[in-house]
């Protein structure tokens, strides 16, 4: 079992003539009509996280609200569905634009629109880069494990017990009774990490991995705080960490924000923003 500080110590360090071509550029695939919430925490985070480059990909009927919300991160609007989600004609544009990032967030807020859904599909046999797999993502390859072998990129999926019963046909009661076997079994089965959510998330590896987190609180069960996570991944991965060093050092950090954030307010009150505010406070243990 991997511990924290062999995690932390392969984050990379920073030389003193760095530029922001080093540290990476995130591809973040989010949003849809009543979901630009999602879109804008996911690329804050992977922003606040240390990635060098950060562009939120979006429907063009949502690109002038992303762009307002979204101040150092990049904003690309393509093609859309009815549902101000991307559609299959963003596809090939989406392809050739994903070349020239390092890592790619993909599923928050992005609904689940059939047309979107099959979009997802082509994307993730076709991304070179590694990818990080949440929310209606992961809703949109749940039932299609080929994708997954036919994938040319390594992957992290990061479910929730109830999109993780969607993943693999068991309740969820099932699977927050043996939540590190299951999570295990998951990601050997899809040859992925996996992220299972929750109180004490558990971080699974396809080789028998695993770290078991001990950061964040009851606060934290709100809207917005996958996404948040999502990002930070993304981040970390983006600076060339392997997926499952990234998974560790993710939902650690990720809690720790929660954490701090929870000193200063009430669990009742806490944001998902909340977390981003504390995201400097926390990675400082990372340079």
């Keep these: 079992m991997m511990t924290i ?3 932390i110590l392969k984050f990379p360090k920073r030389p003193a003539d760095s530029h922001k071509g080093d540290f990476g550029h995130v591809l973040v ?3 849809s009509a009543g979901y630009t919430g999602a879109a804008y925490l996911t690329s804050q985070a992977a922003a606040l996280s240390g990635a060098g480059l950060v562009t939120l990909a979006v429907g063009r009927s949502i690109y002038d ?3 307002v919300k979204l101040t150092e991160v990049m904003v690309k609007p393509f093609f859309e569905t009815k549902d101000f989600s991307l559609s299959l004609l963003a596809e090939k544009e989406l392809l050739n634009f994903s070349q020239n990032t390092t890592a790619i967030a993909i599923g928050p807020g992005i609904s689940q629109n059939k047309e979107t859904q099959h979009l997802v599909r082509n994307l993730m046999v076709k991304f ?3 990818i990080v797999l949440d929310a209606d993502g992961i809703n949109a390859v749940a039932g299609h494990a080929d994708i ?4 040319k990129a390594p992957i992290v999926m990061t479910p929730h017990p109830g999109e993780m019963s969607k993943l693999t046909g068991k309740d969820v009661a ?5 939540r590190k076997d299951i999570a295990l079994s998951t990601a050997a089965l899809y040859n992925t990490v996996l992220v299972l959510k929750g109180h004490n998330t558990i971080v699974a590896g396809p080789k028998g991995e695993l770290y078991e987190n001990q950061t964040g609180n009851p606060g934290m069960a709100t809207g917005g705080m996958g996404d948040v996570l999502t990002g930070i991944i993304a981040g970390f991965a983006a600076q060339g960490l392997d997926l499952f060093s990234a998974s560790v050092l993710g939902v650690y950090f990720h809690g720790m924000a929660g954490d701090a954030a929870a000193k200063e307010k009430s669990v009742l009150s806490l944001l998902a923003t909340d977390l981003l505010n504390k995201l400097p406070e ?3 243990t990372l340079g």
């Design 174 to 178: 099932e699977i927050q009774s043996n």
């Design 65 to 67: 609200i992303m762009a």
């Design 29 to 31: 695939i989010a949003g």
């Design 282 to 284: 926390v990675l400082k």
């Design 148 to 151: 997954f072998k036919n994938s």
């Design 128 to 130: 070179n880069k590694p």
């Design 5 to 7: 500080n062999e995690a």
